[in-house]
Nanobody
Framework: QVQLVESGGGLVQAGGSLRLSCAASGRTVSTNYMAWFRQAPGKEGERDFVASMGWRGPTYYADSVKGRFTISRDNVKNTVYLQMNSLKPEDTAVYYC?????????????????WGQGTQVTVSS
């Protein structure tokens, strides 16, 4: 089993920055691939891909966050990060960390077996 715990969410003004963290514990082989998804207000059940990263890369980003968000990971700490810059009100969502040993389609939420509880990010205009 794998447990994922997110932190770092909060309220920020448009143009600001936040850094999310996701600490994983348990079977490290199950965290070979880690990703961030988000669920916007009013879109219950829909988790949109944000970014993903394998044990040593590669990284993938949703078009909507390219150039603004950066995913990284510390394999010693088994932690993945999401640095979010130039935040926009449309980035407001609950952000979820996900992990899987070998997702076929890394941008698809259903491919991931393990999920954190989510952390709220609110961007005010």
């Amino acid at each position: 089993q794998v447990q994922l715990v997110e932190s770092g969410g909060g309220l920020v003004q448009a143009g600001g920055s936040l850094r999310l963290s996701c600490a994983a514990s348990g079977r490290t082989v199950s965290t070979n691939y880690m990703a961030w998804f988000r669920q916007a207000p009013g879109k219950e059940g829909e988790r949109d891909f944000v970014a993903s990263m394998g044990w040593r890369g590669p990284t993938y980003y949703a078009d909507s966050v390219k150039g603004r968000f950066t995913i990284s990971r510390d394999n010693v700490k088994n932690t993945v990060y999401l640095q979010m810059n130039s935040l926009k009100p449309e980035d407001t969502a609950v952000y979820y960390c996900a992990a899987d040993p070998s997702p076929v389609r890394v941008m698809v939420a259903a491919e991931y077996d393990y999920w954190g509880q989510g952390t709220q990010v609110t961007v005010s205009s």
